[in-house]
């Protein structure tokens, strides 16, 4: 009889014995397995904290002691332990399971984190509130997949060690990795611990000889005691946290579930807050996720599970067409450098790094360092192309503002998988970058619509010297290559009709669906100009003149509706005392819960038919489809 399918939640797990248990991280491990093999998802990381997992909610008691998981992709385990395990094979799909944790499925989820780096502080202000109300439950912060290299994590170290009083235990889950092997100092140091692991067999065979010898009592304890400290301070890295006012247990081996529920027991007892420093394995028990030199198996596309190939190879992508151009830009730009955060592989700079290893540099979990970085760099004379998910430069918003933009420094930004993406959830759809961007004086955005506008835009905005440039492109297969008929400034007429009832204005990847638009609106005999307005900061003057010629402007665009493209093009209208009405088409600025890319696009209204029909009722007339 399964073990996993009948666990109510956590509680029942104290009642195991070893052989239970070893049996249920077997379990465990063929379900995580067997769904990522089928849904795609994140594997290496979850099969890395198993023992850790089952360990924590042995010692803790969730909900009452309340555990964060950074990143929250780690939560796989977690989820099957809180009573979740038969909803499983849901998982990333429409109506199931999150990726992430998720406060609406479950009491045992607090934080909906999939942005890095944010457990310990959320953990401290847990854990200061428990203090003020009387609580003496714990909070636990699960820190790992290189979350610990981001400033935000020791910013919050730095005040929890202030609070000697707080019931507070930091959990370091170090595999050594984020997508790929972390860097930094910190975790140089974490490596040397992690691949000489001396210290307690150093320190047992002092003990063993201290024993032997002449001393004893209280001279062999304060010979232990000393040595002891010395032995940590040469072998260990508790040094630095300790110099904090941490405690520090560890390094334990975390595959090693006894070992790690004994160093949690310890760290109860010390009564404040405490740093439990635990070794792992991405995908551990999986040697194929083990072996894959490139991540581990970090977030796997459904695949077979007896040799780890996909099942299905995708169409060359938006990322793949940046990773080769990118290379031919900097064979012929020596001036150009890469910087991104944790992410050299998924962004496409793996391929420049390989060939230019001292021109590309990957900061960690870092954005806001890497932003500002990038300023110093460009003072320093270089043209630095900062690469990213959309979704993660809304954490460095001010240094793009205020460090890049004020500075009229010459930085490219590359914003990958912006728009809606889908599968991964709220915190990863980009659909805030033009919005927030938008009023950064001087930026300029560029939105390609395919790829060979990808490779002319990339190359126009690393030409500017004097500005912050944005280069932002969805995630999947790369479009159709669109062909213009006329240019008008910085904007391609892709269409055009002698009658002009409609200026169509599609940004971006939507290039596409502005053709099925133009196509429906046509068939009803309407007159429609189609425009794609390459870059769309700022508004080309050319697109408001255009607007002055036609009945109804609409814009499409895959970004948040207020602050977005449209509205800048409306406000531009406006301005330019132009009585022409904008119907602006976006994403609602909500937060979307997860489902194919396609769905919520169909949800939020964002297809061929509805945009006409709402073009159609906005001049009067009806669809004879609607």
Not at 69 to 96: C, I, N, P
Not at 443 to 450: K, N, Q, T
Request: with cysteine.
């Amino acid at each position: 009889m399964s073990i996993l399918a009948n666990l109510s939640g956590p509680a029942d797990l104290r009642a195991m014995d070893d052989a239970q248990l070893t049996e249920l991280a077997a379990e465990i491990r063929e379900l995580l397995i067997a769904t990522v093999a089928s849904n795609g998802g994140h594997l290496g990381p979850n099969l890395g904290v198993v023992e850790l997992g089952i360990a924590i909610h042995r010692v803790f008691d969730s909900p009452s002691d309340r555990i964060v998981w950074d990143t929250g992709h780690q939560s796989y385990v977690h989820k099957m332990l809180t009573g979740r395990a038969g909803e499983f094979a849901t998982l990333r799909r429409e109506g199931g399971l999150s990726g992430y944790p998720s406060r609406a499925e479950s009491e045992h989820d607090w934080v909906e984190n999939s942005h890095a780096s944010t457990s310990l502080s959320y953990a401290d202000g847990m854990a200061k509130a428990n203090h003020l109300l009387g609580n003496d439950d714990y909070v636990v912060a699960v820190i790992g997949d290189g979350a610990l290299t981001g400033g935000m994590a020791w910013e919050a170290l730095n005040n929890i060690a202030a609070d000697s009083d707080r019931r507070l235990i930091a959990i370091v889950n170090d595999n050594g990795r984020s997508y790929t092997p972390t860097v930094g100092g910190l975790a140089n140091r974490l490596t040397e611990i992690r691949t000489n692991p001396r210290y307690e067999p150093t320190l047992s065979a002092i003990k063993e000889r201290l024993t032997r010898s002449r001393f004893g009592g209280t001279q062999a304890y304060e010979a232990l005691h000393a040595i002891k400290k010395g032995v940590k301070d040469a072998l260990a890295p508790q040094g630095m946290f300790e110099d904090l006012g941490l405690k520090y247990i560890g390094p334990v081996d975390g595959h090693d579930r006894a070992s790690v529920e004994h160093a949690l027991d310890r760290a109860r007892t010390f009564g404040g807050p405490v740093l439990v420093h635990v070794l792992t394995t991405k995908g551990h028990g999986y040697d194929i996720a083990v072996a894959n030199e490139n991540d581990q198996m970090h977030q796997a596309n459904p695949f077979d599970r007896a040799t780890g190939d996909a099942l299905s190879i995708a169409p060359a992508g938006w990322t793949s067409v940046f990773r080769d151009e990118i290379v031919r830009i900097a064979d012929e730009r020596p001036d150009v450098v890469g910087i991104t955060a944790a992410m050299l592989y998924p962004v496409g700079l793996d391929a420049f790094a390989d060939k230019f290893p001292d021109r590309v540099f990957d900061v960690g979990i870092a954005e806001q360092h890497a932003v500002t970085s990038a300023a110093g760099l460009a003072m320093g004379g270089l043209h630095p192309v900062v690469a990213v998910y959309a979704t993660f430069i809304n954490r460095a918003f001010d240094q793009v503002l205020l460090d890049v933009a004020l500075h009229r420094c010459g930085v490219t930004f590359v914003l990958d998988r912006a728009g809606v993406t889908g599968d991964d959830g709220a915190s990863h759809n980009g659909m805030w970058d033009m919005s927030l961007l938008q009023i950064v004086p001087r930026l300029r955005i560029a939105a390609p619509r395919d790829g060979s506008q990808l490779r002319e835009l990339l190359r126009e905005a690393v030409d500017v010297d004097d500005a912050p440039t944005v280069v932002r492109f969805a995630k999947g297969p790369v479009c159709e290559d669109l062909p213009a008929i006329e240019r008008l400034g910085t904007a391609d007429v892709l269409s055009r009709d002698d009658a002009t009832d409609v200026l169509l204005v599609a940004v971006g990847a939507f290039g596409h669906l502005g053709v099925e638009v133009a196509t429906l609106l046509r068939a009803q005999g309407l007159g429609v100009t189609l425009v794609d307005p390459r870059w769309v900061k700022p508004v080309d003057p050319a697109i408001v003149r255009l607007a002055a010629d036609h009945t109804v402007v609409v814009t499409v665009e895959d970004n948040g509706r207020q602050g977005g493209v449209g509205a800048a093009i409306a406000l531009a209208v406006r301005d330019a005392g132009i009585d022409t009405p904008v119907h602006v088409h976006g994403v609602e600025q909500e937060f979307l819960d997860h489902a194919k890319r396609d769905v919520i696009l169909g949800r939020l209204g964002l297809t061929a038919q509805a945009v006409a029909d709402d073009t159609l009722a906005a001049l009067g007339r009806n669809s004879a489809n609607g």
